[in-house]
């Protein structure tokens, strides 16, 4: 098992204690053991029950940028990642849930989620092509941090198996946050197109010069 695999079982069995006995009752170890997990690689890895919610925000982010050869305008890019985090949380809903439900009672691990998700908007918004140095980054991130936690408390709620009602909410989301500024204008979209089909051809100039390579 390598540690991607360990990861991923030992944050399902965490949020499937977390279904059942609430996140508040959910440990490392008694996840570990759930999972059938050594103890010791278990404590290496997770050194805080935090580090279970941390991981799993890694794990999402992953998924989302898996596929760096995005299409389409900056705001269908960004619909698409987020979504993807979004599928990547369906798996988990239930412990979620949870976990959601506790944050209330738990100010430093809100706090320490909520640096956590900045983070991960910063890479999103990044991977979308939108502009995230300076200020006026700063404010982009921020808006984004915006618009995933109002889809996410939409999503908290939605039991509709395709999350018709979180895709509405990301949709109406992502319009209020282009209205204040959250997309490049005309322009800079067009440069980001130009720059993502350069990219393309440099990728097949690559390809077509393995080939030749091989071929001789």
Same mark, same amino acid.
């Given at each position: 098992?390598?540690?991607?695999?360990?990861?991923?079982?030992?944050?399902?069995?965490?949020?499937?204690?977390?279904?059942?006995?609430?996140?508040p009752?959910? *440990?490392?170890?008694? &996840?570990?053991?759930?999972?059938?997990?050594?103890?010791?690689?278990?404590?290496?890895?997770?050194?805080?029950?935090?580090?279970i919610?941390?991981?799993?925000?890694?794990?999402?982010?992953?998924?989302? %940028?898996?596929?760096?050869?995005?299409?389409?305008?900056?705001?269908?890019?960004?619909?698409? %990642? %987020?979504?993807?985090?979004?599928?990547?949380?369906?798996?988990?809903?239930?412990?979620?849930? #949870?976990?959601?439900?506790?944050?209330?009672?738990?100010?430093?691990?809100?706090?320490?989620?909520?640096?956590?998700?900045?983070?991960?908007?910063?890479?999103?918004?990044?991977?979308?092509?939108? +502009?995230?140095?300076?200020?006026?980054?700063?404010?982009h991130? +921020?808006?984004?941090?915006?618009?995933w *936690?109002? *889809?996410?408390?939409?999503?908290?709620?939605?039991?509709?198996?395709?999350?018709?009602?979180?895709?509405?909410?990301?949709?109406?989301?992502?319009?209020?946050?282009?209205?204040?500024?959250?997309?490049?204008?005309?322009?800079?979209? +067009? *440069?980001?197109?130009?720059?993502? &089909?350069?990219?393309?051809?440099?990728? &097949? #100039?690559?390809?077509?010069?393995?080939?030749?390579?091989? #071929? +001789?």
């Open positions: 098992m390598d540690n991607d695999d360990f990861d991923t079982a030992l944050v399902s069995a965490a949020l499937t204690l977390a279904e059942e006995r609430g996140w009752a959910v *440990t490392v170890l008694a &996840a570990a053991r759930r999972a059938g997990l050594p103890l010791p690689e278990a404590r290496r890895r997770f050194p805080l029950k935090a580090s919610l941390l991981r799993l925000g890694r794990l999402a982010d992953d998924v989302a %940028l898996a596929d760096d050869m995005l299409s389409g305008a900056v705001r269908e890019r960004l619909f698409d %990642l %987020l979504m993807r985090r979004l599928d990547v949380f369906q798996q988990y809903r239930g412990g979620l849930q #949870s976990v959601f439900r506790s944050l209330p009672l738990d100010p430093a691990l809100t706090l320490l989620l909520g640096g956590a998700t900045v983070e991960s908007m910063r890479w999103m918004a990044d991977a979308a092509g939108v +502009n995230t140095s300076g200020i006026r980054g700063f404010v991130v +921020n808006m984004l941090v915006a618009v *936690t109002h *889809t996410l408390r939409v999503w908290e709620k939605d039991e509709s198996p395709d999350m018709g009602s979180t895709m509405a909410a990301l949709d109406q989301a992502l319009d209020k946050a282009g209205r204040f500024g959250l997309f490049p204008s005309n322009a800079e979209e +067009n *440069t980001i197109q130009d720059g993502l &089909a350069d990219l393309d051809d440099v990728d &097949a #100039s690559f390809s077509g010069a393995a080939i030749s390579s091989q #071929s +001789n």
